[in-house]
């Protein structure tokens, strides 16, 4: 059985930092791409950022750009999202999801394993 767990989410001032931990049991995660997804109170849900199985391709959403950085270390099975100069809109609820094959990009449809999520709560 496939489990993907997040970690790491809180709650912390504008201008603050968190890191984001994916892990995952029942699966090799060197065989999948990887995404962040969050979605907020009454907003449908968004892709953060992606990575593809060797971590040689990613992507941001345009919002995280330049502050937010994905990367994944296969060794320990595991997906961290480091998150930079937090602002109030990037409070959500972040998921982390597992999709097989080398880079899956930023919709939904293509990831088959899905955590629970972490939330992150952004004060100002």
């Known amino acids: 059985q496939v489990q993907v767990v997040e970690s790491g989410g809180g709650l912390v001032q504008a201008g603050g930092s968190l890191r984001l931990s994916c892990t995952a049991s029942?699966?090799?995660?060197?065989?999948?791409?990887m995404g962040w997804f969050r979605q907020a109170p009454g907003k449908e849900r968004e892709g953060v950022s992606c990575?593809?199985?060797?971590?040689?391709?990613?992507y941001y959403t345009d919002p995280v750009k330049g502050r937010f950085t994905v990367s994944r270390d296969n060794a320990k099975n595991t997906l961290y999202l480091q998150m930079n100069s937090l602002k109030p809109e990037d409070t959500a609820m972040y998921y982390c999801?597992?999709?097989?094959?080398?880079?899956?990009?930023?919709?939904?449809?293509?990831?088959?394993?899905w955590g629970q999520g972490t939330q992150v709560t952004v004060s100002s």
């Open positions: 990575i593809s199985w060797s971590a040689y391709n990613t």
């Open positions: 029942g699966v090799t995660l060197d065989d999948y791409a």
């Open positions: 999801a597992a999709g097989y094959g080398g880079y899956r990009g930023l919709e939904a449809r293509w990831y088959a394993y």
